[in-house]
């Protein structure tokens, strides 16, 4: 890994350490992004009654907890964060669940069984994988032959567009606003960019669709579901603007979240 890799993994790992308490249960299963169906509606994961599952990125425990109350029957996790997996164990054991958790990176696989698990899975973490090739490798290294690979991020779109709202003239005045999303990004773009969570500095990519599907190809993937869809309670709700970086006024036109769902040839 590069100096540069490493420095960035390392200013995350002290803002993670930071954030955990306000990232509390936040993106977890059910759940699987902002503004989409959930997994109760998608039903992406298999059964899970006797499997052994593995969370990249498990934050405070919670889709982890979803699992086991589906039946999963042992629980694997890992973290770049030592305060998230503190959390995680807290909430894991104190619902009755044991768990093997590794305080560790994504893009490191030391330690992880090889050809193990029944289903892998990252939700709302993978875009924080500073190698996203070596990331999807590893996630293919530790399932069997068959086995699933799930995970969520933001949808790519989303980090390059902005809300507008432009005065409309009749005559010499103003008669009418209007909302647009304008197209202010570059999609092509996939350099890092930092900004600030609560006052602590993160550092990620936007990456193209076309990058995670190509990843999963070459590491040996079969590509079964890819959702970009806005749920029907955000599409029904009233078409009032709506500002901030994840508006309901963005989700009635474009999916703010992906998921990819895959299979281990
Ligand atoms: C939004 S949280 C995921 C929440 C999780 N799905 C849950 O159920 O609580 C994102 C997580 O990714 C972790 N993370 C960030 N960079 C990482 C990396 N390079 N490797 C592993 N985990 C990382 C953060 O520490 C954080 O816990």
């Known amino acids: 890994m590069q100096t540069f890799e490493k420095d960035i993994l390392s200013q995350n790992e002290k803002s993670w350490n930071a954030l955990a308490e306000d990232f509390f249960g936040v993106t977890a299963l059910p759940i699987l992004g902002c503004s989409i169906p959930t997994e109760d509606e998608l039903k992406l994961f298999p059964d899970l009654s006797g499997k052994s599952v593995f969370e990249m990125g498990c934050g405070s425990g919670h ?12 629980l694997f996790g890992l973290d770049i964060s030592e305060q998230q997996l ?117 550092t990620l990519q936007n990456r193209k669709v076309s990058t995670y599907i190509n990843a999963l190809a070459d590491a040996g993937f079969a590509v079964e579901r890819v959702v970009e869809e806005t749920s029907e309670k955000v599409l029904a709700k009233s078409s009032e603007f709506s500002s901030g970086y994840y508006a309901d006024f963005k989700a ?6 992906i998921v990819f769902k895959a299979r281990k040839l």
């Not at 889709?63 to 042992?74: N, P, R, T, V």
Request: glycine share 6%; charged share 20%.
């Open 63 to 74: 889709s982890l907890k979803w699992c086991a109350e589906h039946g999963a029957k042992e």
């Open 252 to 257: 009635k036109h474009f999916p703010l979240s």
């Open 86 to 202: 503190l959390t995680a164990k807290k909430l894991l054991n104190e619902s009755g669940y044991s768990c093997t958790l590794f305080h560790q990176p994504m893009e490191d696989n030391t330690n992880i069984p090889q050809n193990y698990f029944d289903v892998v899975y990252s939700v709302y973490a993978i875009g924080w994988s500073t190698d996203i090739e070596k990331t999807i490798k590893n996630a293919a290294s530790y399932l069997k032959s068959d086995g699933i690979y799930i995970f969520s991020w933001d949808h790519p779109l989303l980090h390059c567009v902005d809300l507008e709202s432009v005065a409309i003239s009749g005559g010499n005045r103003t008669v009418a606003t209007e909302d647009r999303i304008v197209f202010s990004g570059n999609y092509l773009e996939e350099d890092y960019y930092t900004f600030e969570k609560i006052g602590n500095p993160l």
